[in-house]
């Protein structure tokens, strides 16, 4: 059973920065490329984050580029999300994924595994 756990969500102010850990059990972790989502009230999933199988190639979406950083150990099968500077837009529910193809992807149809989100609040 593939089981991915994210945690490190919670309120916070405009310019404040959070964390997101997301932890993957169940299957060869170091195999596969990652990616963050987040999905605001009313509104579809977007991609924010993504991260190959080594972490040696990553890309972002134009909204948090040079604010987030991911991340991972894959000694720890974990995979990061560093938000700077956060803005009450990037309020939402956050999700990690996981595919089996090493490589980057950005649409949620090319993640075959998901956590059940945390919540991240920005207030102004």
């Known amino acids: 059973q593939v089981q991915l756990v994210e945690s490190g969500g919670g309120l916070v102010q405009a310019g404040d920065s959070l964390r997101l850990s997301c932890a993957v059990s169940?299957?060869?972790?170091?195999?596969?490329?990652m990616g963050w989502f987040r999905q605001a009230p009313g509104r579809e999933r977007e991609f924010v984050a993504a991260?190959?199988?080594?972490?040696?190639?990553?890309y972002y979406a134009d909204s948090v580029k040079g604010r987030f950083t991911i991340s991972r150990d894959n000694a720890k099968n974990t995979v990061y999300l560093q938000m700077n500077s956060l803005k009450p837009e990037d309020t939402a529910v956050y999700y990690c994924?996981?595919?089996?193809?090493?490589?980057?992807?950005?649409?949620?149809?090319?993640?075959?595994?998901w956590g059940q989100g945390t919540q991240v609040t920005v207030s102004s």
């Open positions: 994924a996981a595919r089996i193809p090493r490589y980057i992807a950005t649409m949620r149809n090319e993640y075959d595994q």
């Open positions: 991260i190959s199988w080594s972490g040696g190639s990553t």
């Open positions: 169940g299957r060869t972790f170091s195999s596969n490329a």
